[in-house]
């Protein structure tokens, strides 16, 4: 595993090449982590396809998502997968598959990976939950791993959340059980990462460390996913908005940097 910090010395992109294809992991849906528009902005002429890992109704599992995602593309090309925070782990389990199917890719860009543990749960329930209105310290803590209590917690600071808003109270239980399915369907995605074992992969990974980020530590669990890893490290707040970060991740997707 390579690790070394970003410097001003960055060899200049090349303009990526038309249609090379890259597959970008996001949370569209909900809203959560990074977002990869300054990334994909930056790759014009790439043909990209993008996936939100909450959409797993049908395949309630990680492996069983990536599945779909690939047999979805048909892919059966070179590219890049990317994916961030906890999608990292949809991203990985993608790249396996597209190995198992015999179209590995070129390269895995991997941006503050973060592999999500009860404990990580209980502090993202806390925090939507404040962003509710509720008083979180004066509650007692919530088992993240019973996810009816979970959603039951979640449903009434919405509905409380809803009534402070001034919506009717007729009103308030519906906007309340949709915004709870939004929340539910993100806290099953992340029970569902942390009970998942990363797989090993061949392909090369780029690894993006914010070093500011609290939860940095999250990522350490990728590093030796694969025999050819580099970590970046930077301290220059969201990674995919830092000119030379993403300038360097272009250069790499368009397979035209080392």
Not at 96 to 119: F, I, K, M, S, Y
Not at 206 to 235: C, M, N, Q, R, Y
Request: net charge negative; proline share 8%.
């Amino acid at each position: 595993m390579t690790d070394h910090r970003m410097t001003a010395t960055l060899r200049p992109p090349s303009p990526p090449r038309a249609g090379r294809p890259l597959l970008a992991v996001e949370f569209t849906g909900l809203g959560a982590g990074e977002d990869l528009q300054f990334l994909l902005s930056s790759l014009r002429d790439t043909h990209v396809h993008r996936v939100d890992p909450l959409d797993t109704e049908a395949a309630p599992t990680i492996t069983g998502f990536a599945q779909q995602v690939v047999t979805a593309l048909a892919a059966r090309h070179g590219g890049a997968v990317i994916g961030s925070c906890t999608g990292a782990v949809v991203a990985v389990e993608i790249a396996a598959q597209l190995h198992r199917d015999g179209a590995e890719p070129d390269l895995v860009v991997l941006v503050n990976p973060q592999c999500a543990r009860n404990t990580y749960l209980l502090e993202e329930h806390r925090a939507i939950a404040t962003r509710l209105g509720a008083n979180t310290t004066a509650e007692p803590a919530i088992d993240v791993a019973d996810p009816v209590l979970l959603h039951a917690d979640l449903l009434k600071h919405a509905e409380s959340f809803a009534i402070a808003q001034g919506i009717p109270a007729e009103d308030a239980a519906v906007f309340a059980a949709d915004l709870c399915d939004r929340y539910r369907a993100w806290f099953d995605f992340l029970a569902a990462t942390a009970r998942h074992d990363l797989p090993p992969i061949d392909t090369p990974v780029v690894i993006i460390v914010d070093e500011s980020v609290a939860a940095a530590g999250l990522w350490k669990p990728f590093a030796d996913l694969s025999p050819e890893t580099e970590v970046i490290t930077h301290h220059d707040g969201p990674a995919l908005t830092s000119p030379p970060l993403r300038d360097r991740l272009a250069a790499l997707i368009a397979g035209d940097a080392q």
